[in-house]
């Protein structure tokens, strides 16, 4: 058996960038063989990468990028805050956001097989689940490129926001990012929104007019009221903006001669369902089965 020495153990650290204690392990399993060794973690992690693979990522960071004309945001999930802070995997999802600026990737899966530090990104990926023991996923991302102008915004790495206008002063393009981060916009006007929301909107109102007991006509009109309002609230134009309530986004855009042709906006976790556990159930269960032994 050969001498498992600290300048070996960190030397395969050096090369895979695996924990410490797996490095040993490895170098313990093939006898000293540094080549035997390093095929064995990445084996060992790679496993460790799919058995994380099944469980929920509902945490984790926005990220933008913009470098020229093109501009990316981009989501990556892991399973706890505590890894969401992790310098690696912060690292990891810039790498990442940039690729999708400057790479153009047609989906997630495109985006996962391309080159990232000499290997691809899917498995620089599964090389960090393994390292950090914690299941990682990009979840979507959205890229803008035009001969317009491009701005973003991300509030803390929770929400980001990209926005795809044109005027003179840059400053209003990072004040509509902040804007729409903060006020939840679905679409730039009345006219974009989605079919499926107004008349989701519209049958919750029909609902709640119904139940005033007024003729019909009045009804309908209560209905159409409801609507257009929820259009205000939620199209970014109409919108009271952020830092001056007195005027509306398209008001203030047009006081700085400035459009807006369309924005992103991601939160982290956004539609995801956590994983609640129940510990008091959890442990009626455990005395329940302890009583039946």
């Not at 498992?4 to 395969?12: F, K, Q």
């Not at 690292?91 to 999708?100: G, H, M, R, T």
């Amino acid at each position: 058996m050969a001498a498992i020495t600290a300048s070996m153990v960190a030397e395969l650290r050096a090369k895979t960038d695996a924990p410490m204690m797996e490095c040993k392990k490895a170098l313990t399993e093939a006898d000293g063989d540094m080549a035997r060794a390093e095929e064995l973690l990445r084996v060992k992690l790679g496993n460790k990468a799919s058995k994380a693979a099944a469980r929920v990522t509902a945490e984790g960071v926005i990220v933008s990028f913009i470098g020229g004309s093109a501009g990316a945001l981009v989501e990556l999930n892991c399973e706890t805050d505590f890894v969401a802070k992790n310098e690696d995997f912060i690292a990891f999802s810039k790498k990442v956001a940039e690729l999708v600026a400057t790479q153009n990737p047609a989906d997630v899966a495109a985006l996962s097989a391309l080159s990232l530090d000499g290997s691809t990104v899917d498995a620089v990926r599964a090389a960090l689940v393994g390292k950090i023991g914690e299941n990682m996923t990009i979840r979507r991302f959205s890229r803008f490129e035009t001969a317009r102008k491009l701005a973003s915004y991300v509030h803390g790495t929770r929400i980001g926001v990209l926005v795809e206008y044109d005027g003179a002063d840059e400053q209003v393009g990072k004040d509509v990012a902040m804007h729409i981060a903060a006020m939840k916009p679905v679409s730039l006007s009345s006219d974009d929104m989605p079919a499926e929301l107004i008349a989701k909107e519209r049958g919750i109102a029909e609902q709640k007019a119904a139940e005033s007991g007024k003729p019909a006509a009045i009804v309908a009109k209560m209905v159409e009221g409801s609507v257009q309002k929820y259009l205000k609230e939620v199209s970014l134009l109409n919108q009271p903006f952020v830092k001056d309530d007195k005027q509306t986004v398209e008001q203030m855009l047009k006081a700085a001669n400035t459009t807006v042709q369309r924005f992103a906006r991601f939160v982290v976790g956004e539609g995801i369902e956590k994983r609640q556990d129940d510990f008091a159930a959890e442990v009626a269960a455990q005395v329940a089965a302890a009583q039946k032994q």
